[in-house]
T-cell receptor, first 113, second 115 residues
């Protein structure tokens, strides 16, 4: 089966611009997670979807970040406007059920100039 | 609240030597514990997990970890390091109950294997 895929693999934008990251989970996986790793820090949870509903969004840093999962398939994470501290690697993960191990994508490396 | 501490951001071993990567956790409820590995320019790959049952867990690529509740530890070991084991390793914890599956990660340990 195809793994979790993320687009783009790299994105370089200027401060104040908008960027949208996409994640395609493994087919049939209802649970979708977003994580972020800022350079030099640990990987941190952002939010968790169950199908199209936000189950837990306690890790979203502020209202410049908007995550959607319309239709319960792929998900997007939009940053608007981007700030320097948003730079990092954004990982997406999915699992069939909430208590099963999560499968991770390769991540999107986001650089804000 | 839950947290994970990985002792040592960098560990260097010789090829064929024992690998020991340390992980200690804090959790107010029984935890599920995981080790993930990240090779350069790749995503995280699950090495092994502990949920319930046997406290010595075997994973892929010859790795194993032992859950020690009294020490709140979940150290990762491999008897003999191989060059291909060079990567970054992450210990993670999640709640064993409730409806959130979010993982709490440690800071990561980069393993260097010298020939």
């Amino acid at each position: 089966e195809a793994g979790v895929t993320q687009f783009p693999s790299h994105s370089v934008i200027e401060k104040g611009q908008t960027v949208t990251l996409r994640c395609d989970p493994i087919s049939g996986h209802d649970n979708l997670y977003w994580y972020r790793r800022v350079m030099g820090k640990e990987i941190k949870f952002l939010l968790h979807f169950v199908k199209e509903s936000k189950q837990d969004e306690s890790g979203m840093p502020n209202n410049r970040f908007l995550a959607e999962r319309t239709g319960g398939t792929y998900s997007t994470l939009k940053v608007q406007p981007a700030e320097l501290e948003d730079s990092g690697v954004y990982f997406c993960a999915s699992s069939r059920q909430g208590d099963q191990p999560q499968h991770f994508g390769d991540g999107t490396r986001l650089s804000i100039l | 609240a839950q947290s994970v501490t990985q002792l040592g951001s960098h560990v260097s071993v010789s090829e064929g030597a024992l690998v020991l990567l340390r992980c200690n956790y804090s959790s107010s409820v029984p935890p599920y514990l995981f080790w993930y590995v990240q090779y350069p320019n790749q995503g995280l790959q699950l090495l092994l997990k502990y949920t319930t049952g046997a406290t010595l867990v075997k994973g892929i690529n010859g790795f194993e970890a032992e859950f020690k509740k009294s020490e709140t530890s979940f150290h990762l070991t491999k008897p003999s390091a191989h060059m291909s084991d060079a990567a970054e390793y992450f210990c993670a914890v999640r709640r064993s109950s409730g409806n959130t599956g979010k993982l709490i990660f440690g800071q990561g340990t980069t393993l260097q294997v010298k020939p």
